[in-house]
């Protein structure tokens, strides 16, 4: 009886190699790829939250200030840290910075409207006439002194009453 010697199939040990070296690098793009998407993902959504913090303060800034029957007192314009005072129905309406945070009282003790997530390097006020000018500045908490991640919003109001 004669015996043929048959080839083994398989891979060798080059190959083998070769496969896990590819699959390797695959993996570390994808990887890579996922952390960059995860990292933007948060960014962005600290961002918003920024954003949305900043608007929302400064929407109950102009409402106030356009609803105020006068303005009390507008700190000096050479601070970037200021606070107003606004009247509205006989009860005083204050606005300040505190601490990176804004501040807003209310015929009581002050309290924060911004989150603990922002911080708010600059809050500043002048007043040019009737029309009151709002400089705002709001930045993600954990980045403090970085300008890249910062919203600057600016507004001039007038209030209504002392238009008429």
């Known amino acids: 009886m004669k015996i043929k010697n048959s080839q083994l199939e398989g891979f060798t040990l080059i190959e083998l190699l070769i496969y896990m070296s590819i699959v390797t690098v695959g993996l570390v793009v994808l990887t890579n790829f996922l952390a960059d998407v995860t990292k933007n993902a948060a960014r962005t959504k600290n961002m918003q939250e920024v954003q949305q913090n900043a608007r929302l303060v400064m929407a109950r800034l102009t409402q106030d200030i356009r609803k105020a029957d006068s303005i009390d007192t507008v700190s000096p314009s050479t601070e970037d840290h200021g606070s107003i ?80």
């Open 85 to 164: 005072t606004v009247i509205k129905n006989s009860i005083p309406i204050t606005y300040a910075w505190d601490n990176d945070q804004v501040s807003y009282s209310y015929n009581s003790a002050p309290s924060i409207i911004t989150t603990d997530k922002i911080s708010v390097p600059q809050l500043r006020f002048e007043q040019s006439g009737n029309t009151i000018s709002i400089k705002l500045t709001a930045q993600p908490s954990n980045t403090a002194g970085s300008q890249q991640n910062q919203v600057i919003l600016s507004s001039s109001v007038v209030p209504r009453p002392l238009i008429y």
